[in-house]
């Protein structure tokens, strides 16, 4: 309970603060240690959620996401562009914010030295398979006069500018990578837009929920119940994601992004774990006959890509989609530590008619940044 008036306290912080988040790295003043050869910062994998997370599949010109690719024109920095096609201007938002910073810290590092990006959206297939060069979330950088004995510093330069992820791959060049728009907040749980979700009007795919629905859940007492959806903690129609594909004995598949809480069977009524935990052997509560619902045990997982990304909050905090019961939550271990900390978000959401705007709500993304800071790390997906 202490962890959750914590979150309560500094997510209503958070709503007045400047800036764009929460950071829980050291602040500007603190001494700076140069990385060495084939280190990178944070010490787990690109893909992991806490450093840039999964790929979610390449970006092509013709594709609906390429429009969310913008061009970095930043005087500041030095473009190579061997293609001669602007390519490697192109990057996701947070990329390009993350590169400016950097850029100005170079100047400040080395009075007369620019950044310089010798790769960055790759269109050509010159990365391995899953690299994020294919969906501008990657960039490969430089000092502008080549001085290899800066690049130790450049890297960590990179990683105090923002980058989620920065790798001292090379002799020639600092590997730096980011989050997408959308996981870079507690909505980094979500379902995909063919999820299926039961009205009392009937079944309807969970894209076509809007706010004031009443969508089948569950209480705290576990009995099915009706329960209206008063926000989106996430929503993009055009978003791809990595999803779990959890099936159970009795047909029921769920499929969530791999940090969403699924509530699973227990002696005491349910437990929580993150979609990617989910083992063989664990027990899906699913839809049953009028208030019930029906335990049946998982006989695999995989992972599968989706369009469209989706977290509808409920009253209850639950809700059930494609017949088995999830939380409403992400990111967090304890879905009752989220269903407090979320409960400002709750109440306000019930004196606004207004529709969710496109990507992850504000609110659940100053808590991610804020539980982040202060959770201990075994209360997060990692």
């Not at 390429?66 to 005087?75: A, I, Q």
């Not at 994020?132 to 001085?147: K, M």
């Not at 990304?309 to 019961?325: C, R, S």
Request: glycine share 10%.
């Amino acid at each position: 309970m202490r962890l959750a008036l914590v979150l309560l306290w500094l997510g209503a912080a958070a709503a007045c603060g400047p800036g764009r988040g929460f950071t829980n790295r050291p602040g500007p003043r603190h001494r700076l240690y140069p990385l060495v050869f084939g280190q990178h910062v944070p010490n787990i994998s690109e893909d992991n959620g806490r450093a840039s997370g999964p790929p979610e599949g390449r970006i092509i010109r013709d594709d609906e996401k390429f429009k969310d690719l913008v061009p970095n024109y930043n005087p500041d920095i030095d473009f190579k562009d061997d293609e001669g096609t602007g390519a490697d201007r192109l990057m996701t938002q947070r990329c390009k914010e993350k590169l400016n910073t950097l850029a100005i810290s170079v100047m400040n590092q080395w009075p007369g030295v620019r950044l310089r990006v010798i790769e960055g959206w790759d269109e050509e297939g010159s990365h391995l398979e899953h690299s994020l060069h294919y969906e501008g979330r990657a960039v490969d950088v430089t000092t502008s006069d080549r001085d290899r004995s800066k690049y130790g510093m450049l890297a960590r330069l990179a990683y105090e500018a923002g980058f989620d992820w920065v790798f001292y791959e090379s002799r020639s060049y600092i590997h730096c990578s980011v989050r997408t728009e959308s996981s870079s907040g507690m909505g980094a749980g979500c379902f995909p837009g063919d999820a299926v979700v039961h009205t009392p009007e009937g079944a309807r795919d969970i894209g076509t929920l809007r706010i004031g629905d009443r969508v089948l859940a569950a209480d705290d007492s576990g009995k099915m119940v009706y329960s209206e959806v008063v926000t989106f903690i996430d929503r993009d129609p055009n978003a791809t994601r990595r999803f779990i594909e959890i099936t159970a004995e009795n047909g029921v598949a769920i499929t969530a992004t791999p940090s969403h809480l699924i509530l699973l069977a227990a002696a005491d009524g349910w437990r929580e774990a993150f979609a990617g935990d989910v083992r063989p052997g664990d027990v899906l509560l699913t839809r049953g006959t009028g208030v019930v619902m029906r335990p049946s045990r998982v006989t695999h997982t995989r992972p599968v890509h989706k369009r469209g990304v989706y977290a509808p909050l409920t009253k209850t905090g639950t809700v059930i989609v494609d017949d088995a019961l999830a939380s409403c939550y992400a990111v967090v271990s304890s879905h009752s530590l989220a269903h407090a900390a979320m409960a400002p978000l709750r109440w306000a959401a019930g004196w606004s008619s207004a529709e969710s705007p496109r990507g992850v709500h504000w609110y659940a993304s100053a808590l991610y940044y804020v539980g982040d800071a202060v959770l201990p790390s075994s209360y997060s997906y990692h």
